[in-house]
């Protein structure tokens, strides 16, 4: 069991909070990944959230956007939505992805957003 002093417990909880991951294992060269993120629970530190990811499809992605800046989980969204687990289970992915559009729409408008289309000329 590695012993920190001091000085490394303060590097420790600044980079677990808010520095990158090859800062922290820069910093601590000599301690595994899972020992980093085991320490980081032990002292209560929660590493910030990543934003979800972009799935290629821009109301799919505005919705995202807008749950992650809420605080909103796909599990929450899917419960709001009543879309079963499409959210959840990423359904818009892969050979036999759809997009669910009626899902998507009640996504919007049970968060209180509008849909609206703008035609460009050509």
């Excluded at 002093?5 to 820069?26: C, Q």
């Excluded at 800046?69 to 759809?98: C, S």
């Excluded at 408008?109 to 460009?120: A, R, Y």
């Amino acid at each position: 069991m590695r012993v920190y002093t001091a000085k490394e417990n303060s590097l420790f909880r600044k980079l677990y909070r808010s520095g990158s991951t090859e800062e922290l294992r820069a910093a601590f060269p000599d301690v595994s990944p899972d020992a980093l993120h085991v320490r980081g629970r032990y002292l209560g530190i929660a590493r910030p959230k990543k934003p979800y990811l972009k799935t290629g499809w821009a109301l799919l992605n505005a919705l995202r956007d807008h749950c992650f800046r809420q605080g909103i989980t796909m599990p929450e969204l899917d419960k709001f939505a009543k879309a079963k687990r499409y959210f959840v289970n990423k359904n818009w992915r892969g050979q036999r992805g759809h997009c669910d559009y009626n899902a998507i729409v009640r996504g919007i408008q049970v968060l209180g957003g509008t849909i609206s289309v703008t035609w460009s000329d050509q």
